[in-house]
């Protein structure tokens, strides 16, 4: 299995995906491997199968051009690849984001066009607005941030009202996750 993330400058990993691989390859028994979207290709063993999985949360340039070009380049290596939806198409996933109850999601700013009509769509699923995090007020404080790991989004949302924690760092979202990815061929 190889995890698509979006990864932080210079190919850094937050550490609570990090966390999320080492128990994923604990409860699979089995190799897990994460790319970052801001770091060099992985050297990975020959022809191995593997399944592909983008943990992006929305369908914008990351999920439409890098993540073809990842599995191009795993096919180009003798590698069969099989690629999953990105998280935020999900299901499950979705199930689970409107059953967090937040009165809004924040997302990072995007560009218009296929994100936007999704974050549309993802308002409209959950029944609360999405808002862009750089348009948001000081009543969004208890909003859920639409991002995996912390960033600088999340680092700037923080508040003593509100630790704007990221999805990850919600135990029971973490875990959630976890499940469905275990479950996974």
Same mark, same amino acid.
Not at 123 to 143: F, H, I, K
Not at 148 to 175: F, G, K
């Given at each position: 299995m190889l995890l698509v993330v979006h990864g932080h400058a210079g190919g850094q990993i937050p550490e609570v995906l990090v966390d999320l691989v080492s128990e994923l390859v604990r409860g699979r028994q089995a190799p897990v491997w994460m790319q970052a979207l801001t770091a060099d290709p992985l050297d990975l063993p020959q022809g191995l199968p593997l399944v592909l999985v983008p943990l992006l949360l929305t369908p914008g340039s990351h999920v439409r051009s890098d993540v073809p070009a990842i599995r191009q380049r795993l096919r180009d290596q003798g590698h069969r690849v099989q690629v999953l939806p990105f998280l935020g198409a999900w299901g499950p996933w979705l199930e689970h984001l409107r059953g967090?109850?937040?009165?809004?999601?924040?997302?990072? !700013?995007?560009?218009?066009?296929?994100?936007?009509?999704?974050?549309?769509?993802?308002?409209?699923?959950?029944?609360? !607005?999405?808002?862009?995090?750089?348009?948001?007020?000081?009543?969004?404080?208890?909003?859920?941030?639409?991002?995996?790991?912390?960033?600088?989004?999340?680092?700037? =949302?923080?508040?003593?009202?509100?630790?704007?924690?990221? =999805?990850?760092?919600?135990?029971?979202?973490?875990?959630?996750?976890?499940?469905?990815?275990?479950?996974? !061929?």
């Open positions: 967090l109850a937040a009165p809004a999601v924040l997302h990072h !700013p995007l560009r218009p066009g296929v994100a936007d009509r999704y974050l549309a769509a993802l308002s409209a699923y959950v029944g609360v !607005p999405c808002l862009s995090a750089d348009r948001s007020g000081e009543g969004d404080a208890a909003a859920l941030p639409l991002a995996l790991a912390p960033n600088r989004m999340t680092a700037h =949302l923080q508040t003593e009202a509100s630790p704007c924690l990221a =999805l990850l760092e919600r135990p029971a979202t973490r875990q959630f996750l976890l499940n469905l990815l275990l479950d996974l !061929p």
